[in-house]
């Protein structure tokens, strides 16, 4: 037997699925910012209804789109039960986006459960179809859907850069990248030596470089270091002093893709600049007030930096301050 799609019906379940998939984004986002419990709860039980209705109907119209030569009927009694496990999963799936944390346990736990839910949507909704000879499935190509179900549940809060990344994502990207450095750069050793010199030299190249996102203390509390996903590190804690200098080297080298961390090298003796940075970051644990304070006076600065520090100095200077219409901000 062949069977056929209907190109039309094909076509609204994609539209369907865009539609829900916009719902999802702004319900999770919805749900995350509600103040209280009730707001919570009104929120997840909306949201489940909507969204579970938007990702069954995708699925139906979907299986009503194919046809065979020979009737086809549907069981109600499953179909239903699809239907209600797409309410009851979708809810499930909004309450955990209602946490701002969540531990690697709870998120792997909620992981496996919203995939197998999403999975016994679609599978009892395939059930449903009355057909004979019965349909059967290939069990590693059903295990492997079953699997990309739960991958893709791990996602939350939509693609929002002010989310802050899982504990599982963290730990698959952590050791993802470890392993994407070639084995002989963990192996380098920083060639500079730990003098006042390199150290102010890399003082300077950090605050000029790198303090926007990092912050000049390497804490990430920035403007920039906030609005990224995933967040810039604080180069003072344990994650980013246990890795190797090589490992140091090869990220400032090469940066890292998907994140905000671009690569500085490539550049006529960049790779001295890097190894002083690296001395620099192993520095940050133990950078005084006055090194910061001195780093502060070398960050980029913009047209209103510059005309407050000429104002101060013209103060300082015993000049008459000049008063200044108020900034226009977007």
Not at 72 to 92: E, N, P, Q
Not at 127 to 132: E, F, H, R, S
Not at 141 to 159: E, F, P, Q, R, T
Request: net charge negative.
């Amino acid at each position: 037997m062949v069977g056929t799609y209907n190109s039309w019906l094909v076509l609204l379940s994609i539209l369907v699925a865009i539609f829900v998939s916009y719902t999802a984004l702004s319900l999770s986002s919805r749900v995350a910012r509600a103040k209280n419990g009730t707001n919570t709860g009104m929120w997840v039980v909306g949201g489940a209804l909507a969204m579970g209705c938007g990702i069954w109907s995708m699925h139906f119209i979907g299986m009503l789109a194919f046809s065979l030569p020979i009737p086809l009927t549907y069981d109600l009694g499953l179909t239903v039960a699809s239907l209600v496990i797409a309410i009851a999963i979708s809810g499930f799936a909004l309450s955990v986006a209602s946490n701002p944390e969540i531990s690697l346990t709870q998120l792997s736990f909620s992981a496996a459960i919203m995939g197998a839910g999403i999975s016994a949507m679609h599978y009892s909704g395939m059930a449903a179809i009355d057909l004979v000879p019965m349909i059967t499935y290939e069990p590693l190509i059903m295990a492997a859907s079953i699997a990309i179900a739960i991958g893709a549940s791990i996602l939350h809060n939509g693609l929002s850069a002010r989310a802050t990344p899982t504990a599982l994502e963290a730990f698959f990207a952590q050791h993802a990248h470890r392993l994407s450095i070639p084995s002989d750069a963990r192996k380098m050793h920083d060639p500079m030596p730990a003098s006042d010199e390199n150290l102010k030299a890399a003082r300077a190249h950090f605050a000029d470089h790198c303090s926007s996102c990092h912050g000049n203390d390497g804490g990430g509390d920035t403007m920039y270091g906030k609005g990224l996903y995933p967040k810039p590190p604080d180069l003072r804690q344990s994650e980013t002093q246990n890795l190797s200098d090589g490992e140091l080297f090869w990220i400032i080298e090469n940066g890292v893709r998907f994140t905000g961390m671009p690569a500085f090298g490539g550049g006529h003796g960049s790779q001295d600049d890097t190894w002083k940075l690296v001395l620099f970051i192993r520095h940050l644990p133990q950078l005084s007030e006055q090194e910061r304070v001195d780093m502060d006076r070398m960050n980029p600065k913009g047209p209103d930096d510059r005309d407050e520090e000429k104002d101060e100095q013209d103060f300082l200077g015993g000049e008459p301050v000049q008063q200044k219409a108020p900034a226009k901000h977007h």
